[in-house]
Every structure is written in C-alpha cells, then in structure tokens.
C-alpha cells in the first residue's frame, strides 16, 4: 500500500521525536513501527493472533533498532 500521509500537531511531534531520540531512522519507519505498536497493543482483543508476516515484521524491525548506532548531533 503506498499513501501520501499529511501529519501535523502530536502526530508530527511523535514521528519527530521518534527519529530524534533513534527509535526510528525514517519517518516512513516510524509510522511503520506506530502502527504495529497500536495493532499490538489496542486490535489484541479483537484479533488476539498475529499473523507470521506480522511477528516477522516486528521482529525486523526491533533488530534494525538494535543494529543502529544513534547519532547524536554534536557527534556530526
């Protein structure tokens, strides 16, 4: 799915904060992994199995977190 997202206020600041504080290195990947995060922790009730793709994603993501090397900008 590709989509043309506009965030503004809190959404923005999150994403930003996100990348700032190393969490995620793109905004795409912030999104990616706010998304998830909201599945794991609001649709479990509704839907209480991930799926493989899901857990594999999740994974992914968490050890692309771990294998990063936070820049900080006086290191610049």
Same mark, same amino acid.
């Given at each position: 799915m590709n989509i043309n997202l506009k965030l503004s206020g809190m959404a923005e600041n999150v994403v930003e904060e996100m990348i700032m504080k190393g969490y995620a290195a793109t905004k795409?990947?912030?999104i %990616?992994?706010?998304i998830?995060?909201?599945?794991?922790?609001h649709l479990e009730g509704e839907r209480a199995d991930m799926t493989k793709a899901d857990?594999?994603?999740?994974?992914?993501?968490?050890?692309?977190? %771990?294998e990063k090397k936070t820049? %900080?900008?006086?290191e610049v």
């Open positions: 795409t990947e912030a %990616r992994m706010a998830l995060d909201y599945k794991h922790h857990i594999a994603d999740l994974h992914q993501a968490l050890k692309e977190f %771990r820049v %900080r900008l006086g």
